[in-house]
């Protein structure tokens, strides 16, 4: 199936450093979604994206919405150990109800 | 207010078997979708859910089949199971197109 692509894979950081990732498709979205999965649980949404250049915040996490709109930045400063699990991109065409199509994610390790 | 909810946690079936998974939206959230997460993969969209008809359907075999109730509760139902129908399963319920989706805690289905 359709997958966007997300790197890096995996990192490993100290806690307080920031953190950047990222997510690009060769297809065009007009949502871009991030969401947080910890071990034993479902996605959580994090920030949700919904015009392109679209800079937002939440909290200590920032995203930006491509101006191509075929990729998508998320940034956390000052990492804290509660920030580990592992981070998904999801796109949609439009919006709301319609499908998402997934990254294969990016797994955040905080150093204490 | 409760948020998604999916029942079994967590099951394990032998090939040929059929199972049902179960899920109940959100308060308030009309759509359910289906995701399909493989270990160590992004989730991938099987179905959803609106006014109790498939209105969207992703890349899964007629093996994979659901049902809307008129109280927005969904089932999945996967027949002749493969080992290859071992992974989490996700539900995800919105409002309207103008929502994200929020996700449940899945159901583990492991095959023999």
């Known amino acids: 199936g359709q997958q966007l692509n997300q790197s890096p894979q995996s990192m490993f950081i100290q806690e307080g450093e920031d953190v950047s990732m990222n997510c690009t498709s060769s297809?065009?979205?007009?949502?871009w979604l991030w969401y947080k999965q910890d071990p034993g649980e479902g996605p959580v949404l994090l920030i949700a994206?919904?015009?392109?250049?679209e800079l937002t915040s939440n909290g200590r996490l920032t995203a930006q919405f491509g101006i191509t709109r075929k990729d998508s930045f998320l940034n956390i400063s000052a990492s804290i150990p509660s920030d580990v699990g592992i981070y998904f991109c999801a796109g949609q065409l439009t919006g709301g109800s319609e499908k998402l199509v997934f990254g294969k994610g990016t797994k955040l390790t905080v150093n204490p | 207010d409760a948020g998604v909810t999916q029942s079994p946690t967590h099951l394990i079936k032998t090939r040929g078997q059929q199972v049902t998974l179960r899920c109940s939206p959100k308060s308030g959230h009309d759509t359910v979708s289906w995701y399909q997460q493989a270990l160590g993969q992004g989730p991938q969209f099987i179905f959803q859910y609106y006014e109790e008809e498939e209105r969207q359907r992703g890349n899964f075999p007629d093996r994979f089949s659901g049902h809307q109730f008129p109280n927005y509760s969904s089932e999945l139902n996967v027949n002749a199971l493969l080992l290859g129908d071992s992974a989490l399963y996700l539900c995800a319920s919105s409002l309207d197109r103008n929502q994200p989706q929020h996700f449940g805690d899945g159901t583990r289905l492991s095959i023999l």
């Open positions: 994206l919904y015009k392109a250049g």
């Open positions: 297809s065009i979205f007009n949502t």
